[in-house]
T-cell receptor, first 113, second 114 residues
C-alpha cells in the first residue's frame, strides 16, 4: 500500500506571505495530482504532474514533481484570503491501479487579511 | 472537464436503513470511482464502478455493504446498506477518461447516520 505524507497539516499565515506544502512518499508514482477543497464541496483539480522534475505554474501557485517521482511540492506566492482551503495531494502508481488515487492527509490553509 | 452531479447532496438517516447515492456525468466517461471522506479525514477509495459488471472493491470494503451499479457510461449509484453511525461521511463520485491523467470529483453527498 502506497502512503503519501503531506505536511504541514495546518498553516495559518498573513496575506502576502509565501508558503510551501510538501507531499512525500517512499513509493514511485506515475502521476500526482493536487486538489483544493472548500467546506461542503468536492475536491477541485488544480494540476496534474507526470514527469520527474516537472514544474507547473498556475498563476501564483507553483507545483513541482520530484526527479524520482516520489515527492511533490506546492508553493504559493503572496497568499491571499481567497487561497484559504484544504489542499490535497493524490498519487497514482499506474498499471492496474489506474485511477486509484492515494491521498495525503491534507493541509488546511488559512490566510488572514 | 466533466460536470458531475450527485444526489442527494446531504441526508440524515437512521441506523439500520440504506441510502442510495446517484452520480450523473454530463458526458460519457471511461472510469468512475466512489470515494469516502470521513470527518476530518482525507479521501479513501471504496471501489471502481465497472460498466455492465460487478464493481471492484478496495480492501476493507465489501459488496454487501456498498453495492454499486453502473448501467452506462454517464451514471452510477452507490448504496450504503444497514447504516451505522460509523458510516457518517462524505461520499464522492470521481471520473476519469482512459489515456488522461486528470481525475475529477463530484460535489459529494454528506451522510449523517443517527
Amino acid at each position: 500500500t502506497q502512503l503519501l505524507e503531506q505536511s504541514p497539516q495546518f498553516l495559518s499565515i498573513q496575506e502576502g506571505e509565501n508558503l510551501t506544502v510538501y507531499c512525500n512518499s517512499s513509493s514511485v508514482f506515475s502521476s500526482l495530482q493536487w486538489y483544493r477543497q472548500e467546506p461542503g464541496e468536492g475536491p477541485v483539480l488544480l494540476v496534474t504532474v507526470v514527469t520527474g522534475g516537472e514544474v507547473k505554474k498556475l498563476k501564483r501557485l507553483t507545483f513541482q514533481f520530484g526527479d524520482a517521482r516520489k515527492d511533490s511540492s506546492l508553493h504559493i506566492t503572496a497568499a491571499q484570503p481567497g487561497d484559504t482551503g484544504l489542499y490535497l495531494c493524490a498519487g497514482e502508481d499506474g498499471g492496474t491501479s489506474y485511477g486509484k488515487l492515494t491521498f495525503g492527509q491534507g493541509t488546511i490553509l488559512t490566510v488572514h487579511p | 472537464s466533466a460536470v458531475i452531479s450527485q444526489k442527494p447532496s446531504r441526508d440524515i438517516c437512521q441506523r439500520g436503513t440504506s441510502l442510495t447515492i446517484q452520480c450523473q456525468v454530463d458526458s460519457q466517461v471511461t472510469m468512475m470511482f466512489w470515494y469516502r471522506q470521513q470527518p476530518g479525514q482525507s479521501l479513501t477509495l471504496i471501489a471502481t464502478a465497472n460498466q455492465g459488471s460487478e464493481a471492484t472493491y478496495e480492501s476493507g470494503f465489501v459488496i454487501d455493504k456498498f453495492p454499486i451499479s453502473r448501467p452506462n457510461l454517464t451514471f452510477s449509484t452507490l448504496t450504503v446498506s444497514n447504516m451505522s453511525p460509523e458510516d457518517s461521511s462524505i461520499y464522492l463520485c470521481s471520473v476519469r477518461q482512459v489515456h488522461s491523467y486528470e481525475q475529477y470529483f463530484g460535489p459529494g453527498t454528506r451522510l449523517t447516520v443517527t
